[in-house]
């Protein structure tokens, strides 16, 4: 039986190979093999080809060729009765027989009642595209095949049930180990079917939408739907208890645990492979919105998925049971953990990470989206900061790498989402109960957790997640006013955030920066306004850091700016300093710069020519004061520096001595002097921003 097998494969699977599938849509027996060959043997090696991708890679958003073949429907001509129902039986009906005939007395004919007249009517037949789509579906449910035999009902091997136990569902249809393979392998087609949007141009996505995608969530039956979504859902949020009782199975669990296992055995597990992709199909249909399957704008204003537009969306949109909740928030939390517990190991890589993590994420994101019940049940779940510590967790885990950093993205929206909820804050008291990394992990409560991990992420990641920064503040404005008894740690993290933001060289880099400082004004305010004696330690560090909310309160575009000249040149004396040094040299720089207190002196006279009580004009004269350099000059232009910062109605009585001539060419040295300087501080401005953005005194 085994003798004609080849002995060598040129391709895994019959799959093309590079080469062949570069040369698959030009060649002759490529792709165009569709259009010039009507009838192709269902045995031909081509179509063990990867023909869909190609058909998929034709440019243009309408391919015609593709609509040409799966989607184009033929009309044949069918005949009617007077009624308009279809002929189905060659025998006429209505046979009339006498009741007292017995049978063989009359060889004659029956007499029949006169039959209606007969005409021809067109009918459209069901394209190649839907045709794909119901032998998909019935494959998905054939028992035998991707279900097992025992419920099979007579000689019908579709069988419209649920695979697994879970939501829709409270019986176990029996060991699901034998199909998985087959059940992997059709939902791969269906996932190529649906993957037709990423060859769209992304300005054509919501206008353009895919016949594939469009057909299954608008056009199949409600039972199809519901029987496909329960059984992707139970087999995805199952894959953290699932169990297998066979031999196999059972022996599979086993080596699972064993540490190293995975760098043993290097072949794939099929429920893995299954559950992954369970939740790309999931988050598949639960993301796609274009054409007229968007959602539908309510009176609120509210966009919300309705039966007609998508029917996956809809579906879970409406589920409402708490046990279904339990189901779902329990499969989420324990894949969290299996990862959890890959990261946080003895050993380290001895135990795989899990292979799905990221779309778990993304369909517990669309999730909370779609259904507010389901959000509000998760905030009211005694786990609820479990999941919060795993996600910031794992977003602490991968916020180094580059390639992860829209996963970070999405860990962040879930956060913002969860803290809008008013079950959010309630919970923040209790402590952080998961296992997390040594490294990660922080004394307190739960929200002690969260302050240390946004800072984390914030602090240790060098500017490269700036969107997440709106996102994580939200999140701690929405928290901030259920912080009880934060520890020091905790506390002093947030005035570390504060003057991170309130640096001027980090405030006038963007526009929107400013509104990440208001975020972390409005953490402090709602923290004071409501537990103030509860959090004796913030209100010290507020208290020992009143000098930089102090200079924000008098902050303007020319101080920022001078005080980023400031830092760079300390920078470039410290480098020039390290250079000299090793020459044995000594640097003058310091000697040749212009005192910074004199400086923010001049600068607040040009501003308004009073000086603030407690100003910097204080510290100015301070700073003179403890500069021995500086004390000649102070004896000599002592009544200059006095006159710098009287009012100016003052100005004229104590120049009362000087004649109009002194006095004109004084106001003119100094309006060109703030001419000049007003054109250094443009320069230094459009130095400063990112992006084109330009920081100007009306924008501050």
């Not at 009517?121 to 095949?145: A, R, T, Y």
């Not at 086993?254 to 992954?276: C, E, M, Q, R």
Request: with cysteine.
């Amino acid at each position: 039986m085994f003798a004609k097998l080849p002995q060598r494969f040129t391709a895994p699977f019959g799959i093309l190979g590079d080469e062949a599938k570069l040369a698959f849509p030009s060649q002759p027996g490529g792709i165009t093999k569709l259009a010039t060959t009507r009838h192709i043997p269902e045995n031909d090696n081509y179509w063990q080809q990867r023909v869909l991708p190609v058909v998929f890679e034709v440019d243009g958003e309408a391919n015609t060729f593709e609509l040409e073949v799966l989607w184009k429907k033929e009309e044949t001509e069918i005949e009617v009765d007077r009624y308009g129902n279809p002929e189905t039986a060659e025998v006429p009906q209505f046979v009339i027989q006498d009741e007292d005939e017995t049978d063989g007395e009359h060889d004659e004919p029956p007499l029949l009642e006169d039959t209606p007249p007969q005409k021809k009517e067109k009918q459209q037949l069901p394209s190649l595209g839907e045709k794909l789509f119901v032998s998909i579906m019935d494959l998905l449910f054939c028992c035998g095949f991707t279900l097992p035999t025992t419920i099979q009902v007579d000689h019908h091997k579709i069988n419209y049930s649920i695979w697994e136990k879970g939501v829709g569902s409270t019986t176990d249809p029996g060991p699901s180990h034998p199909y998985e393979n087959n059940r992997t392998e059709v939902l791969r087609l269906l996932l190529v079917l649906l993957s037709r949007q990423i060859y769209v141009p992304s300005g054509s996505l919501f206008t353009h939408p895919s016949l594939y995608s469009l057909y299954l969530v608008q056009k199949i039956p409600r039972r199809d739907v519901l029987t496909l979504l329960c059984s992707l859902l139970n087999t995805a949020m199952n894959s953290s208890t699932s169990y297998d009782t066979s031999l196999g199975g059972m022996a599979g669990s086993v080596a699972g645990k064993i540490p190293y296992n995975h760098l043993v055995f290097k072949g794939g597990d099929p429920k893995s492979t299954l559950v992954s992709t369970c939740l790309q199909v999931l988050c598949v249909l639960l993301d796609f919105q274009s054409g007229n399957a968007r959602d539908t704008v309510q009176a609120s204003g509210e966009p919300v998925p309705t039966s007609r537009t998508n029917t996956f969306r809809y579906f879970l949109m409406r589920l409402h049971r708490s046990q279904d909740f339990d189901f779902i928030i329990d499969g989420v939390i324990g894949i969290l953990d299996q990862q959890a517990a890959a990261m946080n190991n003895i050993l380290p890589g001895s135990r795989k990470a899990v292979p799905y993590i990221n779309e778990s994420i993304i369909f517990f994101w669309k999730m909370i989206e779609l259904n507010k019940k389901l959000r509000a049940h998760v905030l009211q779940s005694e786990r609820s900061m479990d999941l919060i510590a795993y996600l910031l967790c794992y977003a602490l885990e991968i916020k180094d790498k580059p390639q992860q950093h829209g996963l970070c993205r999405a860990l962040s929206y879930i956060i913002q989402t969860l803290s809008a909820e008013p079950g959010f804050g309630l919970k923040l008291t209790k402590p952080v109960r998961p296992q997390l990394p040594a490294k990660w992990s922080a004394a307190g409560t739960a929200g002690d957790f969260i302050i240390n991990a946004i800072y984390a992420i914030v602090a240790t990641t060098s500017g490269t997640l700036n969107s997440l920064y709106p996102a994580l503040l939200i999140a701690l404005a929405n928290a901030a006013p259920h912080f009880k008894d934060l520890t020091v740690t905790a506390s002093t993290r947030l005035i570390q955030l504060f003057k991170s933001f309130s640096n001027p060289m980090f405030l006038l880099a963007d526009e929107g920066h400013p509104r990440l400082l208001f975020f972390m004004l409005e953490v402090f305010n709602a923290v004071i306004l409501h537990h103030l004696k509860e959090n004796a330690n913030l209100v010290y560090g507020i208290l020992s850091a009143h000098k930089a909310f102090e200079d924000l309160g008098t902050f303007t575009l020319a101080r920022g700016l001078r005080e980023i000249k400031r830092i760079q040149r300390a920078k470039e004396e410290q480098t020039c300093k390290a250079e000299d040094n090793s020459k044995g040299k000594t640097s003058m720089n310091s000697v040749i710069d212009e005192n910074p207190a004199s400086e923010k002196a001049r600068f607040l006279e040009h501003e308004g020519g009073a000086a603030l009580p407690g100003s910097d004009s204080a510290a100015a004269e301070t700073a003179k004061e403890r500069d021995p350099s500086c004390a000649q000059e102070r004896d000599d232009d002592s009544e200059v520096s006095t006159q710098s910062f009287m009012s100016p109605g003052s100005e004229t009585q104590s120049r009362g001595g000087l004649s109009e001539k002194a006095l004109g060419k004084m106001r003119e040295r100094r309006s060109s002097s703030m001419d000049a300087d007003n054109n250094i501080d443009c320069a230094a401005a459009a130095s400063v921003g990112r992006s084109g953005f330009v920081p100007t005194q009306e924008w501050v």
